[in-house]
């Protein structure tokens, strides 16, 4: 599952709902949300709270809110309230601090829990399930990093999930936005400190497939259109999105793909050769290729003029090589997650701010 987070500091807008419906759209089917934030006015709190349950219920969109006994006594509300408030049926619970393992298992028999995968140990596990705890209704989710250089380490983290999937429990983890970030610190909220400034597609891949982690959300309140178009290509499709500057129009027209042999410095694209038909490629802008760009061999390469590459690492100019575009500096990341045959599909570096 891929998820997102909607906070309550602030008025939920219009803006905010098309916002949800935007992820939505684009794969993204889990909320988080939280309770637990002592300098917000509880029954401005609890007034967006009810707003965004119904949105989520409107957009089917999975929420879960963290929350602890004491911040549930800020909204004037108890334990008893979880269990029988029509306002939480239905709804993920992150227990904070101060719940028993009594009442977590208690809990776990009505709705889904999430524990602190941080935390968690095997006493607490084993004290579950002597409280008849409904594991197929218990998560382990890791928490958010706002200060920097307290994130947690990668290793780490991977050997606890891999732990936690040996409980039985599915495991989640955040990764920082690409657009607004949440304050007071603004740096970011992921969960392992590798991530703070990393494009959240790569970031996503990574906890999904190198880290044991089942569902990634997006720690931060804002993700970008051109993080929501690449993640949701990118999982939907097959497709790298990857936006470009060049003056070589046909580049957007189609799709492409990598060969199914993977280069050590460039990727190359299968259609380049096939397709230049009886055309000549004159020798013209032969200068240095550094990260992300885009060339085209010319006539000066005999049997390879028309093959398109794009550079993984720096390269000296070759006078057979022409330059013919740029891969924007934010999504040349992106490249190190070209497999086999990979789609790729090139868009203009500036159209989704120029639809915001």
């Not at 992820?23 to 934030?37: A, E, K, P, W, Y």
């Not at 007034?47 to 800020?74: I, M």
């Not at 957007?252 to 009886?278: C, F």
Request: proline residues 3%; charged residues 20%; hydrophobic residues 35%.
């Amino acid at each position: 599952m891929l998820g997102f987070s909607v906070y309550l500091a602030e008025e939920l807008t219009d803006n905010q709902y098309q916002y949800l419906a935007s992820m939505q759209n684009h794969g993204f089917t889990g909320v988080f949300t939280s309770l637990h934030i002592p300098e917000d006015d509880p029954k401005l709190v609890m007034t967006r709270f009810q707003r965004l349950v119904q949105w989520c219920k409107t957009l089917n969109l999975e929420l879960t809110c963290d929350l602890s006994l004491q911040g549930l006594g800020r909204l004037h509300l108890s334990y008893d309230d979880l269990l029988s408030a029509t306002v939480f049926k239905n709804i993920g619970l992150r227990i904070d601090d101060g719940f028993s393992l009594r009442q977590i298992a208690q809990l776990s028999q009505q709705t889904k829990v999430m524990l602190n995968a941080s935390t968690i140990t095997v006493d607490e596990l084993v004290q579950l399930r002597q409280f008849q705890a409904d594991f197929s209704n218990l998560e382990a989710w890791h928490n958010y990093y706002p200060r920097p250089e307290t994130g947690l380490s990668a290793i780490w983290l991977s050997e606890k999930n891999e732990w936690l999937q040996q409980q039985g429990l599915r495991t989640m983890a955040f990764v920082a936005g690409d657009a607004g970030k949440r304050g007071p610190i603004y740096t970011g909220l992921p969960t392992l400190e590798c991530d703070r400034q990393r494009h959240p597609l790569i970031a996503i891949v990574d906890l999904l497939k190198k880290w044991h982690t089942d569902n990634v959300y997006i720690g931060d309140p804002e993700l970008s259109v051109l993080g929501q178009q690449q993640i949701s290509a990118y999982f939907e499709q097959r497709a790298l999105v990857l936006p470009i500057t060049t003056t070589h129009h046909f580049l957007y027209r189609q799709d492409w793909h990598s060969r199914p042999d993977i280069a050590a410095q460039v990727v190359r694209l299968i259609e380049g050769r096939v397709q230049l038909g009886t055309r000549v490629i004159h020798s013209n802008n032969t200068v240095e290729r550094c990260l992300g760009t885009i060339t085209q061999d010319n006539e000066r390469y005999g049997r390879y003029m028309g093959e398109l590459q794009i550079c993984r690492t720096n390269l000296t100019a070759d006078q057979r090589v022409n330059v013919i575009g740029h891969v924007a500096a934010h999504s040349q990341t992106l490249l190190a997650l070209v497999r086999p045959k990979q789609t790729i599909r090139f868009i203009k570096e500036n159209i989704h701010e120029e639809e915001q």
